[in-house]
């Protein structure tokens, strides 16, 4: 039972074009949404994230946007360069028994930045 | 600034034989958590450590251990390896709660069960 989808595997853009990576959840009590960026042999890390009291966070290139009402997450990145080529992970939490415990994260979309 | 270390980075293992994959933070964070990645997958969370002395059950925690002794170190034990925990494993650690921060990951371990 997925809690966290991203629905496309892959996406290919052009250089210097918008990407847009999308994630869906299914649980309306998540309160924090974040984005990791993955290098082969890697581990991943952090890009952006955004808090269930807004609908867009923005740092350099990358925004993100929020629509709690369609439980939809997406990340666009502005211009798109090469180095942004990686596996993008959407993961999302919320409050527990300990305060913020559990991160869960998607499928990964593998994103390449075609020159 | 070491961050996360893991250690091995890979390992084999034949079916049966046990091992421990080492994590190690110098972050001082409180939360730390294990995470696979199967080919093609996600991260899947097999436990988590919100405290020294205290750990819980993520989504995949069969055939693991784990125990948290000390806020460094969140050492993940396999008892009877089997062919389908062939995978990357992913230690990570965050902050407290109440700064809603990201978790910082290790270079993950490649293990693969023969």
């Known amino acids: 039972d997925q809690q966290v989808k991203q629905n496309s595997p892959s996406l290919s853009v052009q250089e210097g074009r918008i990407s847009i990576l999308n994630c869906d959840y299914t649980?309306?009590?998540?309160?924090?949404f974040l984005w990791y960026k993955k290098y082969p042999a890697e581990g991943p890390t952090f890009l952006i994230s955004?808090?269930?009291?807004?609908d867009k966070n923005e740092d350099g290139r990358f925004t993100v946007f929020l629509n709690k009402s369609a439980k939809h997450l997406s990340l666009h990145i502005v211009p798109s360069q090469p180095g942004d080529s990686a596996v993008y992970f959407c993961?999302?939490?919320?409050?527990?028994?300990?305060?913020?415990?559990?991160?869960?994260f998607g499928t990964g979309t593998r994103l390449t930045i075609i020159p | 600034n070491a961050g996360v270390t893991q250690t091995p980075k890979f390992r084999i293992l034949k079916i049966g034989q046990s091992m421990t994959l080492q994590c190690t933070q110098d972050?001082?964070?409180?939360?730390m958590y294990w995470y696979r990645q199967d080919p093609g997958m996600g991260l899947k969370l097999i436990y988590y450590?919100?405290?020294?002395?205290?750990?819980d059950k993520g989504e995949v925690p069969n055939g693991y251990n784990v125990s948290r002794s000390t806020t460094e170190d969140f050492p993940l034990r396999l008892e009877l390896a089997a062919p389908s925990q062939t995978s990357v494993y992913f230690c990570?650690?965050?902050?407290?709660?109440?700064?809603?921060?990201?978790?910082?990951f290790g270079q993950g371990t490649r293990l693969t069960v023969v």
């Open positions: 990570a650690s965050s902050p407290t709660a109440r700064e809603k921060s990201e978790a910082f």
């Open positions: 649980n309306s009590m998540f309160d924090y």
């Open positions: 955004i808090s269930s009291i807004k």
């Open positions: 993961a999302v939490t919320q409050g527990g028994r300990f305060g913020n415990e559990k991160l869960t």
């Open positions: 972050m001082n964070h409180n939360y």
């Open positions: 450590s919100v405290g020294a002395g205290i750990t």
